[in-house]
């Protein structure tokens, strides 16, 4: 009996040892099997993507392109959690003009199609908000928020230099960024993050880190936390920030260059790129390289990391036996190596009691 439960107490050491050897390994690699261009990931795990100027749909391993409209160029930038997709169409007779599309339930249109108007459609919330940028015969382009209807955001400051809207959240706060000074103006060529509430119509300048020029809001959580990069002085050297009640957080970069902020979910977990690498940041861990938290020998460099959802799923682009590749990273549950020599020191305790 002893010998026969010695026996299975060892075969159970051996399996999780062996399931120790992978214990670095954060995050199993799903290959998207597309290079390039622009996506991004909702809380289903489902991911929109562009190559070769068209874009597609990723689930469950099934891909499926969505078309486009009159035959142009197609490109997606944003994928909600009903799976209804935002991005671009390019009118292949005046590139690079521009008009925002939203995808649903197989159905393309555009969201405004005035022959003299250009627009983007950057982001769509969970409401079916959607955001981006409309440039008119003016030359200057402005953001604004589409319910419908579309409504143009202003500027910082109310300059005439133009607004960009990147992203919003379900609380439909904005976040993008804003030239601060009229054209002519000393500093005209100088832009800051925003937020801007939908219900009180205000936009509101995030500033700069250090004695930075420009910075620029790329993604906003359900907890109106920020993420995007700035200028840290005047001669660029761009980090990405984290913004959270009025506060802006330089999280630093990985190997003393420059980082980009992209993707942050609902915990407040960041990721983004930096000196070549793919980066992930969390409060409490600061700044690690993606790569660090991948298998042994996956083959992956991963260089860019551009949205992470509530599971903790990435979504980004590296290189891939030679090529580049999109990648889908899902988190994995793995024994710490402590816990295996405290569960063995468990069992052996045992055994000598029995024996």
Not at 215 to 225: D, F, H, P, V, Y
Not at 229 to 237: H, K, N
Not at 262 to 278: K, L, P
Not at 310 to 326: D, M, P, V
Request: overall charge negative; charged content about 15%; some cysteine.
């Amino acid at each position: 009996m002893c010998k026969q439960l010695f026996r299975s107490i060892y075969l159970l050491i051996i399996t999780l040892l062996s399931y120790s050897c992978i214990a670095n390994a954060a995050y199993l690699v799903t290959d998207l099997g597309l290079s390039g261009g622009t996506g991004d990931l909702n809380d289903q795990g489902v991911v929109v993507m562009t190559y070769n100027n068209e874009a597609y749909i990723w689930e469950n391993g099934v891909l499926t392109n969505i078309g486009t409209l009159d035959g142009n160029k197609c490109e997606a930038f944003s994928i909600n959690n009903s799976n209804t997709v935002v991005g671009i169409i390019y009118e292949e007779e005046i590139i690079p003009f521009r008009n925002g599309f939203v995808y649903q339930n197989g159905t393309m249109e555009y969201i405004d199609n005035d022959p003299l108007v250009e627009n983007t459609a950057l982001d769509i919330n969970d409401g079916g908000i959607i955001v981006g940028w409309h440039r008119d015969a003016s030359g200057y382009a402005l953001g604004y928020y589409y319910d419908t209807t579309m409504h143009m955001m202003g500027t910082i400051n109310n300059v005439d230099h133009g607004s960009y809207a990147m992203a919003i959240n379900d609380n439909n706060r904005i976040a993008g960024l804003s030239y601060i000074a009229d054209i002519g103006d000393p500093s005209d060529s100088e832009y800051h993050a925003f937020y801007y509430d939908i219900s009180e119509g205000t936009m509101h300048d995030m500033g700069v880190l250090g004695t930075g020029l420009k910075s620029m809001a790329n993604e906003i959580n359900e907890l109106n936390q920020i993420v995007g990069y700035s200028d840290t002085t005047v001669d660029g050297d761009i980090h990405a920030f984290f913004y959270e009640n009025n506060v802006m957080i330089d999280l630093g970069t990985l190997d003393g260059g420059v980082s980009y902020g992209s993707g942050i979910n609902d915990s407040g977990v960041v990721v983004g790129s930096s000196d070549g690498s793919a980066f992930i940041w969390e409060m409490s861990t600061g700044m690690i390289d993606l790569n660090d938290l991948l298998p042994a020998n996956s083959g992956w460099e991963l260089t860019g990391a551009g949205s992470i959802n509530n599971s903790g799923q990435i979504f980004g682009a590296g290189w891939y036996e030679g090529e580049l590749h999109r990648f889908l990273l899902t988190p994995t549950t793995i024994p710490e190596p402590l816990s295996i020599i405290l569960l063995m020191c468990a069992l052996f305790g045992y055994i000598r009691h029995r024996g």
